[in-house]
């Protein structure tokens, strides 16, 4: 182990020391210039956030019970813009059919109908796309990286986080200039030897881009469209554009949780992999890709890396937000990235080890004071070793270079400690951004009295501008109602708006100017709630005849019990009962008349005693034996 860090760190040198001449940038290649890979580490992530938020549970109640994040939607090619077509035709060549970003359907995919059965099994109707809810959450993963060319909106800068551009401070614009064309840069770019040269939009600076098809405001727009537009086709296309585009923010944030990219360290994404002179990435990328797989991420809570609390917006999950430390400032300001490392030092082998640690970290490491105060080489004096934290963490390693000086560089201890800290941190930050952009629907309160739908929103107390629309049973929906929501609202909603439709679709947005406006859908199936009828009592002077008493409540005892007595305060309607025969009118009418089983058919038989009738019942005196009943 000890010989493969120094060679491996030797190597280094002579990277750095050949990159530093534009040659070197024009003719490598890196395809391994990635953050976390897509088809293991960031699938895995998505997964995990998708399983703790609670973004199913609230399609199913907000649609009584209709969809879910594995429901079909698909989406019609035909209607897209020429560009937007193009980048998901794109996606869907590079996406893995094990991560399930590959849909069915699709232009051409389906032959002829005389075609065999088994070349139509990904037929779906037309030229469409269709894949679930949490495939086109993954597709979104994959867009984001291709062309790679938009992997340069995933940096934060190193001294100041906040800022809406990045650069990184350690290549010049000459030599990034042919990379940039490489990794899919414009043509006008390529012709005029421009484009990325070190400085560009920043993670921060791309959460509010309006130009970019799949940022933050687009997605939010197709996701208020998926609500308010009229048929279900429409709807349908704006969700599944609008989870694409969710897919793609997490690819962003969740390589903010890479050091390299929440310190602004392009630098790294050129770094040797092997010997072999085309393989180069970022290392912690390979090591979580081939160290753990799609499988085996330590995706757990650490005390470091809590779950995030509400934010309002992707850009307080990663600055910072209410004694959240935020997702791009944790990953920055403790842990190293390949080239974001303090230079080489002379240290004095006399010095404690505390002091030592001191002098190799400079005054422009960019680390937390937490992390390095009490920092330590261990063990020193010595020709290799590690930089620890006061707490034990191992911040990076170290050995003595040829000219004796202490050089800094990251080995697979170090890389494992950091994706413990950092995978779990990216997962709580995923599950944060997907209930922030599928918000819980607030406690509201419904009737259907008299003709009318009445709504109570009784905690409510956020500024919220409140739809209503009806829709038919053919999918198509209409706008009712509109009001604004301050301090709880009361509304009555007329039957005569809506009442040829099925469903009531409650749409609530929020109405804040410094937020972005994220929209909440709940469902009410009106069809499901009949209205109410209001009981007529009958007039005083009319009597109930024969056949109106049939059609009263069926008769409260079993077949096996006795009728009660006439005119006792039980007495109800005459029904005929199976196996019982009721006795005719006595001529004495304070007599009650009692029921007498009917006899089987049978042979004659010889003449026997009169039997007495049978008892009455036991509420009720009985009465002297009588001759039975002919």
């Known amino acids: 182990m000890i010989p493969r860090m120094i060679r491996r760190s030797a190597f280094r040198q002579r990277w750095v020391r050949a990159a530093s ?8 290649a890196v395809p391994n210039a990635k953050a976390w890979d897509p088809s293991t580490t960031h699938t895995a992530m998505i997964d995990e956030a998708v399983r703790r938020s609670t973004i199913h549970k609230r399609w199913m109640e907000a649609s009584e019970l209709q969809r879910g994040i594995f429901s079909g939607l698909a989406l019609d090619p035909n209607t897209l813009p020429e560009a937007t077509r193009r980048e ?3 996606a869907l060549r590079h996406a893995h059919a094990e991560a399930g970003g590959v849909s069915l359907g699709g232009p051409g995919a389906c032959p002829g109908p005389q075609a065999p059965a088994q070349t139509r099994t990904r037929c779906i ?64 770019a390529r012709v005029a030897g421009t484009g990325f040269e070190g400085r560009g939009t920043s993670a921060i600076g791309w959460f509010v881009d309006p130009q970019d098809p799949w940022a933050p405001p687009a997605t939010l727009d197709h996701l208020r469209q998926a609500s308010l537009s009229a048929t279900r086709s429409e709807r349908e296309q704006h969700l599944v554009l609008g989870l694409i585009g969710l897919g793609a923010l997490l690819h962003v944030a969740q390589d903010l949780s890479l050091p390299a990219h929440a310190r602004g360290d392009l630098t790294a994404a050129f770094y040797p992999l092997s010997e072999r002179p085309s393989d180069r990435g970022f290392p912690l990328q390979e090591y979580a890709r081939r160290t753990y797989g799609r499988y085996g991420l330590p995706l757990g809570s650490t005390p470091a890396t809590t779950e995030a609390p509400p934010a309002p917006d992707p850009t307080r999950l990663i600055l910072g937000y209410e004694g959240w430390e935020g997702l791009g400032a944790f990953t920055a300001q403790r842990f190293f990235s390949e080239a ?57 390693a170290f050995f003595l270079d040829d000219e004796g000086r202490v050089q800094l560089f990251l080995d697979e201890r170090v890389y494992r400690d950091q994706v413990a800290q950092l995978i779990p941190l990216g997962v709580a930050t995923s599950v944060s951004i997907l209930d922030l952009f599928f918000p819980a629907f607030p406690p509201v309160a419904f009737t259907i009295a008299n003709g009318s739908v009445e709504l109570d929103f ?68 009106v069809d499901l709630h009949p209205k109410p009828s209001v009981p007529v009592a009958p007039l005083p002077s009319e009597s109930p005849s024969p056949d109106r008493d049939k059609l009263k409540t069926p008769y409260p005892f079993s077949a096996d019990s006795p009728p009660p007595l006439s005119g006792s305060p039980s007495e109800s309607p005459s029904v005929e009962r199976k196996g019982v025969t009721p006795a005719p009118p006595s001529s004495q009418p304070d007599t009650p008349s009692l029921p007498v089983e009917p006899e089987p058919p049978a042979e004659p038989k010889p003449p026997a005693e009169p039997e007495p009738s049978a008892e009455p019942e036991p509420s009720v005196e009985p009465e002297p034996p009588t001759e039975p009943h002919p």
């Not at 001449?21 to 490598?28: E, K, M, R």
């Not at 004095?348 to 390095?372: I, K, N, S, W």
């Open 21 to 28: 001449t534009p040659l070197a940038f024009a003719l490598l």
């Open 88 to 90: 998901i035709i794109v």
């Open 125 to 188: 109707e037309g030229d469409l796309w269709e894949m679930t809810a949490l495939g086109w959450l993954r597709l979104g993963l994959v867009l984001e990286g291709t062309p790679r060319n938009r992997l340069f909106h995933h940096f934060l800068d190193r001294t100041d986080p906040s800022a809406p551009v990045w650069s990184d401070r350690e290549l010049s614009p000459i030599a990034l200039r042919p990379r940039v064309r490489r990794s899919g840069g414009s043509l006008a």
């Open 340 to 396: 974001s490392l303090p230079e080489p030092v002379h240290v004095d082998p006399r010095f404690a080890p505390v002091e030592a640690a001191t002098r190799v970290l400079g005054d422009e490491h960019g680390l937390l004071t937490a992390e390095t105060e009490g920092a330590r080489l261990t063990p020193w004096p010595a020709d290799l070793g590690y930089l620890v934290s006061a707490h034990g963490r191992g911040l990076a």
């Open 458 to 525: 009784p905690d409510q107390t956020d500024p919220y501008l409140l739809r209503v629309l009806a829709e038919a049973p053919d999918g198509v929906r209409q706008q009712v109602y509109e009001a604004r929501l301050v301090n709880g609202s009361n509304i009555l909603i007329p039957d005569d708006q809506w009442k040829h439709a099925t469903t009531l679709v409650l749409v609530l947005e929020n109405q804040t100017e410094t937020h972005p406006a994220f929209v909440a859908e709940r469902s009410i199936r």
